[in-house]
């Protein structure tokens, strides 16, 4: 059961984001970015498929990827906040996919010799993939900080109005910490520093500047979500709610 | 135990639906062919966490294997080890070249560390006129496992499979 509501943490964050991206299928800047996004986007949706299933499986109670996925309410979901804010404008949601790509790059290399076998070998694929979207993102932090000064502008105010989601990326519990002790999840907090040298080098090449801390928001992993959440499920769950058992 | 020959067969027939000059064997997805009783079991691993392929190509498989004579058909997903473009054979890639699509360079890169702004110096020859003067268009193509190059000695797109 404890697995279980550790394991929806990690499939949630995908399937979320991966959400999100999708939404830029057919809005991209240019056909190649179009694609990379719905690339992207399937790859973190691919991940929660997997991941999600495994939290069934742990469970024992008949859920499948799709029902979790599908006929869960808001405050059920376990992601972390800054998944679920609107798509903004490219430079927002490239800013956030190069946040979260470096920190879950530093996760899954460490979350690939999780004692946990499956886990391991689910986070060894999806290792591969995120290197992609890390190494993708991080050059348009270049591309976008270093570009036009209307792009330099909306880069930075992207990255000021995303750092105070950062924190709860490195956030553990007594139920993580339980599981990090068995070998089986990474210690997050491990992570803060490495996460903070990569973004800040990146984002100097840049020419932008790294946010200062300061109050950092939270809840996601206990259920407390932003308004935005409930909006992008009722979208993302009507057809599986309006035909349940639907098959096509 | 082992499957019988003529299982191997039916399952190195069923073809890549996205590349459908390669088979599911030829790209190293299927780990293991066995008999279980009066059932053939599949071991396969996926390419992309999110390939969309997948399912179509463990359906191929099921009917192969039913048409080959095969009672029950069940085909697992495996995860380890991790699918690299390392178990494309030589022959394999030059049909992948063949077809249009240039094969990956080189066998996957040790991926360790941070890779932001770490360009791999890989250099993709053109399928088409082999020309070594080709540049990276986007790292995502039609798939997820191809990316987008462009030949400057023939000026001609293609694609080109990762090397993962």
């Known amino acids: 059961m404890s697995l279980t509501a550790f394991l929806l943490r990690l499939g949630d964050d995908r399937l979320i984001l991966g959400h999100r991206l999708s939404e830029w299928c057919g809005h991209g800047p240019i056909l190649e970015e179009d694609i990379a996004l719905a690339n ?188 935005h959440l409930g909006h992008l499920l009722a979208e993302m769950q009507i057809v599986a709610r309006s035909f349940p058992g639907a098959e096509w | 135990m082992r499957a019988r020959d003529e299982f191997w067969t039916a399952v190195g027939e069923v073809l890549d639906p996205e590349v459908p000059v390669l088979s599911v064997v030829d790209l190293g997805i299927v780990r293991d062919v066995r008999e279980e009783g009066d059932t053939v079991v599949v071991d396969v691993t996926p390419t992309y966490s999110g390939c969309p392929a997948m399912r179509v190509i463990e359906n191929d498989i099921t009917e192969a294997l039913h048409r080959a004579g095969a009672k029950n058909v069940r085909v697992n997903t495996v995860f380890h080890p991790v699918w690299t473009t390392d178990w494309i054979s030589p022959d394999a890639r030059e049909r992948l070249r063949a077809y249009g699509i240039a094969p990956p360079s080189g066998s996957a890169p040790v991926a360790t560390g941070l890779v932001s702004l770490q360009r791999g110096a890989e250099v993709v020859a053109c399928p088409r006129c082999g020309s070594r003067r080709t540049e990276l268009r986007s790292e995502f193509g039609s798939t997820a496992c191809k990316a987008i190059y462009y030949c400057t000695a023939c000026s001609e797109p293609f694609e080109y499979l990762k090397a993962i």
């Not at chain 1, 998944?83 to 460490?110: C, I, K, N, Y």
């Not at chain 1, 993102?137 to 880069?155: C, N, T």
């Open chain 1, 40 to 227: 992207m986007s399937l790859d973190l949706i691919g991940q929660a498929n997997l991941l999600l299933e495994l939290a069934g499986k742990a469970e024992g109670q008949a859920r499948t990827a799709d029902t979790l996925a599908y006929f869960r309410e808001a405050v059920d979901f376990r992601n972390a906040l800054i998944m679920e804010l609107p798509r903004g404008d490219f430079a927002f949601t490239m800013a956030r996919q190069f946040l979260v790509s470096v920190f879950e790059v530093l996760h899954l290399e460490r979350l690939q010799t999780s004692k946990h076998g499956t886990l391991a070998g689910i986070a060894a694929k999806a290792y591969k993939e995120t290197r992609y979207h890390a190494r993708h993102s991080a050059d348009w932090m270049l591309k976008l900080g270093d570009g036009i000064a209307e792009s330099h502008q909306r880069v930075q105010a992207a990255l000021d109005e995303l750092w105070r989601f950062t924190g709860e990326l490195f956030e553990s519990d007594d139920l993580e910490r339980g599981f990090v002790t068995q070998g089986i999840a990474v210690d997050r907090e491990a992570l803060r520093a490495p996460w903070r040298a990569e973004v800040a080098h990146v984002l100097t090449a840049a020419t932008l500047t790294v946010p200062d801390d300061g109050f950092m928001q939270r809840g996601g992993r206990e259920g407390r979500h932003t308004e």
